[in-house]
């Protein structure tokens, strides 16, 4: 290079002349460009550029000579990327770059000046200059590409800047692109059928497309998808979705072919479309051309949800605002969504049920919101059983009611949603009553189970073997139909037979069984269809395993068994009042684990929590027992009045109620939760009732109505150490209507002993000191009244007649005249009479023990 320019100094004088003659870079450079030789024109323009002659500002037509001798290889060694970058210089400077300038070559050199600002190399993008640069590519000397064609309509299908998006015009680029043979023009071509963009949507001219595609890019070895995803479509892999779609639902011409559909969506997946994904998913979720798995749906279904999320609320509202360049609605962008909504509505089921994943209702209910965003009608029936029956929220009528009016209309029907509504309003649940509404909803579910059984059979006789599934559902639930469990069995085995896995059928299977309903009993069957559910991942199969451990049908009773599989299901995420229960019971009675009061009450907790009354009940019991927590009566008395309020009136709790009322000094509160308890049947509860009256607290003092209650309670199995001396009084003295009878008082007095009540001891002692309705006896007289003594008991009768024992030396005591006058002294302080006198007597005859 350095010898040519040499040359070129050496013999081209006028050159050097015109160099210092002319300053005017322009002028300088149209000269060289057309005036000097081929191999000049380097020399030429980098000297000008270089050296200083030409202020750059001015020299933007030299860095077009210069780029144009790149491209063609005039003097310099052909290089197309460095020619590109000086013609740009030359764009940026100012130059107007014109075909007849360009050469015969000029369609390319424009076409490669729009890719590279298409491509971002120079730090550009697709917008309105790179659109220019193609447009003038269309134009010189006839150029026909493909690739050109695809790009044009690329920029008019999405827009750019300074570049409406136009739909038409775009197709009539793809157009001109398939019209020589360009693969990546038909795809384009096939998806804007398929949505209806900038033409009448059309699934059958799409898949003509679609297949078009595929067969020109095997013929040219063209990637598809990566010609798509670099011309910056909605998205890679767009093409294997709509394919997999068309297939999928068997429209547009394209016969129902679950596998092929599958296959495309993977090839899809494969090419990061998230619809694909989806769609996979759901797929997996039912079964459809893949064997049925619930956690491989959860991989495909929760696998970029969030992105998912991002992009479908991004077109949702494009779409819901309207496109202002053409007024695009939201309908176009219907079928593009619908696997994103059915998407988080499996997930959310999914979560719901445990099913391929541990259980968790909080996760249930984020994904049925994510679906209702994106106008999912399903999704807000989902949401609103979770809100009316409290699942990982707090029980909601209302809102409820809200959600399922919102599904209806968004065109949604189905039968149990009806149901409900026909019960909010018929109770008026959600706020007043509607007797009007709740009518109509009955009806409407009526017709609406009609509709679909119907629908059912008529699928069922084609040998779909989920409708045999559905139906058994409905006649397992009389949903349209009478309750027919056996019917019910005959379907879900015609189902199983037909190759269809549901892991909620097999637990209503095995419900069957268990319970001998339509057929004789049998735990063996039932045992082996929760394994099955169990085996597909249901949590809830694990809590009826549990119960059959727990209970010992059809296998031996084994607690720890059955605690194994209840804490399975709970990590799951599976929630249950009554399998709380039996965790409760196991650890409070060490059966199947070391007793644990704490996990007890825990478990109660739970179950509470679940609006369990009867969890209230226990726990508050416990509480009220100090079994496992801290005395805190203000948390005992909230929990049993819980229970209360939520309708438990069992005959414990509203005598723990009253007992919680009694100690508090509130005997007349305590006296109507006894009442009530009494009607129960609770002999605890006719007792406490009996003492009301025996000694007068909340009520007027009644001996004989105290001594019914009494014997009432005794009757029902009640035996208290309080109550039996209580009816020992009243017999020995003859009081409250009943005739004396020492005999009888003493048997009372006996049974009072033997349940730990030391007052017994006194009286009994007593009796037997005096022979009544007994052989006197001063040995077993003085043995009870020490007992009663060492208890704590203090009687002005029973130190008197201890005092006489000790002073006499009768029933074995050895005289001890100290001891006897102790004991005269407190007879004395406890107002016994008698005692004087004997204390008296010693004193005067000197018998006190000094």
């Not at 009478?482 to 549901?502: I, M, Q, S, Y």
């Not at 005269?824 to 007597?841: E, M, R, T």
Request: proline residues 1%; glycine residues 12%; charged residues 30%.
């Amino acid at each position: 290079m350095q010898e040519l320019v040499k040359k070129e100094e050496n013999d081209n004088l006028f050159m050097n002349k015109f160099i210092h003659s002319l300053r005017s870079g322009t002028a300088i450079a149209l000269c060289l460009s057309i005036v000097i030789a081929p191999t000049s024109r380097v020399w030429a323009s980098k000297t000008l550029i270089t050296q200083g002659l030409v202020e750059e500002e001015k020299a933007a037509a030299s860095y077009a000579a210069l780029g144009i001798n790149c491209f063609y290889g005039r003097g310099v060694e052909q290089d197309k990327k460095r020619a590109l970058g000086f013609l740009l210089k030359a764009k940026k400077l100012g130059f107007l770059l014109k075909a007849e300038e360009l050469g015969h070559k000029s369609g390319e050199i424009f076409y490669a000046l729009g890719v590279k600002k298409n491509t971002g190399d120079d730090g550009g993008s697709a917008d309105a200059e790179a659109l220019t640069y193609f447009l003038e590519a269309e134009k010189c000397n006839h150029y026909e590409s493909g690739e050109l064609f695809y790009k044009i309509g690329v920029i008019y299908n999405k827009g750019a800047k300074k570049v409406p998006k136009d739909h038409k015009k775009a197709n009539e680029y793809f157009r001109k692109g398939i019209k020589v043979k360009h693969a990546a023009s038909s795809a384009a071509l096939g998806i804007n059928c398929f949505y209806g963009r900038g033409v009448e949507q059309d699934k059958k001219q799409a898949l003509g497309y679609f297949l078009e595609a595929e067969e020109l890019g095997h013929k040219s070895g063209e990637n598809v998808p990566k010609a798509l995803s670099s011309s910056s479509l909605e998205a890679t892999g767009e093409i294997f979705y709509a394919l997999g779609w068309l297939y999928n639902n068997g429209e547009g011409g394209a016969q129902q072919n679950y596998y092929k559909a599958n296959k495309y969506f993977k090839r899809g997946c494969a090419e990061g479309n998230a619809a694909s994904s989806a769609a996979l998913g759901i797929n997996y979720y039912f079964g459809h051309g893949v064997n049925q798995d619930r956690r491989w749906a959860r991989y495909y279904l929760e696998e970029r949800a969030d992105d998912l999320l991002e992009r479908a609320n991004f077109h949702l509202e494009r779409a819901k605002d309207k496109y202002p360049e053409e007024g695009e609605m939201l309908a176009p962008w219907g079928e593009m969504l619908a696997p994103w909504g059915e998407k988080f509505v499996l997930l959310g089921r999914m979560y719901g049920n445990g099913e391929g994943v541990n259980q968790d209702c909080a996760k249930e209910n984020r994904y049925y919101e994510k679906a209702r965003a994106l106008q999912h009608a399903q999704a807000s029936r989902f949401l609103g059983l979770t809100y009316y029956y409290g699942r990982g929220v707090a029980v909601d009528k209302k809102r409820a009611c809200e959600l399922f009016e919102e599904a209806e209309a968004r065109g949604h029907e189905e039968g149990e949603m009806f149901t409900l509504l026909g019960r909010i309003y018929s109770n008026g649940e959600g706020g007043k009553r509607d007797h009007t509404k709740a009518n109509r909803y009955h009806e409407k579910a009526n017709s609406y189970y009609e509709k679909v059984n119907s629908h059912y059979e008529k699928a069922r006789d084609l040998e779909d073997a989920e409708a045999s599934m559905l139906l058994g559902l409905n006649y397992y639930y009389g949903r349209g139909l009478a309750v027919d469990k056996k019917k019910a069995r005959e379907l879900f085995e015609e189902a199983k037979v037909r190759g269809h896995e549901d892991a909620q059928m097999s637990v209503l299977m095995g419900l069957i069984y268990e319970k001998g309903e339509g057929i004789e009993q049998n735990f063996a069957e039932a045992k082996y269809y929760y394994q099955e559910a169990r085996g597909l991942q249901y949590a809830e199969a694990f809590k009826l395993l549990g119960n059959l451990y727990y209970y010992g049908r059809g296998v031996d009773v084994d607690k720890r068994k059955a605690r194994e599989f209840f804490e399975v299901a709970e990590a799951r995420g599976h929630e249950d009042r009554q399998m709380f229960d039996h965790l409760a019971l196991i650890y409070a009675k060490g059966e199947g684990a070391k007793q644990d009061y704490d996990k007890a009450n825990s478990y109660y907790e739970k179950s509470r929590n679940l609006k369990r009354a009867g969890a209230s009940v226990l726990l508050g019991l416990n509480y009220y027992c100090r079994r496992g927590w801290a005395e805190d009566k203000q948390k005992e008395r909230k929990l049993l009045e819980e229970a209360e309020k939520r309708g438990q009136k069992d005959g414990k709790i509203l005598n723990a109620l009253g007992d919680k009322y009694y100690r508090s000094q509130d005997y007349q509160q305590a006296k109507s939760y006894f009442e009530e308890g009494r009607n129960k049947g609770n002999a605890t509860s006719i007792r406490n009732l009996g003492l009301c009256y025996f000694e007068g607290k909340g009520v007027e003092k009644d001996l004989s109505k105290a001594r019914e209650l009494f014997e009432e309670a005794a009757e029902k199995g009640h035996k208290s150490g309080e109550m039996f001396y209580a009816l020992g009084r009243l017999y020995n003295y003859g009081q409250g209507g009943a005739q004396q009878s020492y005999y009888k008082a003493n048997e009372y007095f006996k049974e009072g002993i033997n349940r730990g009540y030391f007052a017994s001891y006194v009286d009994l002692g007593l009796n037997y000191f005096y022979g009544y309705g007994v052989p006197q006896d001063y040995k077993k007289a003085l043995k009870y009244l020490e007992k009663a003594k060492t208890n704590g008991w203090e009687s002005g009768e029973m130190f008197y007649a201890l005092g006489w024992l000790y002073n006499y030396g009768q029933g074995g005591a050895q005289i001890d005249l100290a001891k006897a006058r102790d004991y005269f002294q407190n007879g004395n302080n406890n107002g016994y009479a008698a005692s004087y006198v004997d204390l008296g007597l010693n004193y005067f005859f000197g018998w006190v023990g000094f």
